[in-house]
């Protein structure tokens, strides 16, 4: 069994994950809390991935929603950075590198400050 642990960068650095373009609407946008935000943003990580290594990831609207196309995806970090792509095709080569059957995220949960749901995530 695979692991992935939800990194805060994979959901908020390296993903617009809080809205899928400047023409679509925030469907977070009720959000206020860092703790809820970091939670929806993890889950919505889980689902890219998931979605990423499912046989019709080429045709899934959501997963286009969910992923801007200069997302960009890639292992590792620095000099041992591995490049994967971006858009889609960069999810999708994560999700086939990763082969991951489980999901955990760890982070702030214990610990909320006001946020921003529609906001840019760094």
């Not at 679509?24 to 970091?38: F, N, P, V, W, Y």
């Amino acid at each position: 069994m695979k692991v992935l642990p939800f990194l805060a960068a994979f959901a908020a650095g390296l993903l617009p994950l809080s809205a899928a373009s400047a023409s679509d609407k925030c469907d977070i946008a009720q959000i206020h809390g860092s703790r809820e935000l970091h939670d929806v943003l993890g889950r919505r990580a889980i689902e890219i991935v998931n979605r990423a290594a499912g046989a019709s990831w080429e045709v899934d609207a959501r997963l286009a929603q969910l992923v801007a196309p200069s997302a960009a995806f890639g292992l590792g970090a620095g000099d041992v950075g591995r490049p994967l792509g971006s858009g889609v095709s960069g999810a999708r080569a994560l999700a086939t590198e990763m082969k991951a059957d489980t999901f955990r995220f760890l982070g702030w949960d214990y610990m909320d400050s006001p946020a921003e749901g529609c906001a840019e995530q760094k």
